[in-house]
Nanobody, 119 residues
Framework: QVQLVESGGGLVQPGGSLRLSCAAS????????MSWYRQAPGKERELVAV????????NYADSVKGRFTISRDNAKKAVYLQMNSLKPEDTAVYYC????????????WGQGTQVTVSS
């Protein structure tokens, strides 16, 4: 059974930091690129950051470059999103995504974790 379980969300003040984690199970983690997406109320889901299967390639949305860092640990089957200098506009539900490197139909989502940036 495929599972992606996010954790680490919460309420933080502007300028603060949070670290999201996503624990994977039920599939061969090292064969998948991993991504973080987010969806704010009334907005479409958007890609935040993506890391390749071996971790050698990273990409970020322009809105988070220099503030967020994606990383993965293939031994632990986990992906992380370190979020620094948080802004109110970062408020959203953050989702973990797994995409097989070659088979596009193999794509999985977590249930999401809420991040709220507010004073």
């Amino acid at each position: 059974q495929v599972q992606l379980v996010e954790s680490g969300g919460g309420l933080v003040q502007p300028g603060g930091s949070l670290r999201l984690s996503c624990a994977a199970s039920g599939f061969t983690f090292s064969n998948y690129a991993m991504s973080w997406y987010r969806q704010a109320p009334g907005k479409e889901r958007e890609l935040v950051a993506v890391i390749s299967s071996a971790g050698g390639s990273l990409n970020y949305a322009d809105s988070v470059k220099g503030r967020f860092t994606i990383s993965r640990d293939n031994a632990k089957k986990a992906v992380y999103l370190q979020m620094n200098s948080l802004k109110p506009e970062d408020t959203a539900v953050y989702y973990c995504n797994a995409q097989h490197t070659y088979i596009k139909a193999y794509k999985y989502w977590g249930q999401g974790t809420q991040v709220t940036v507010s004073s």
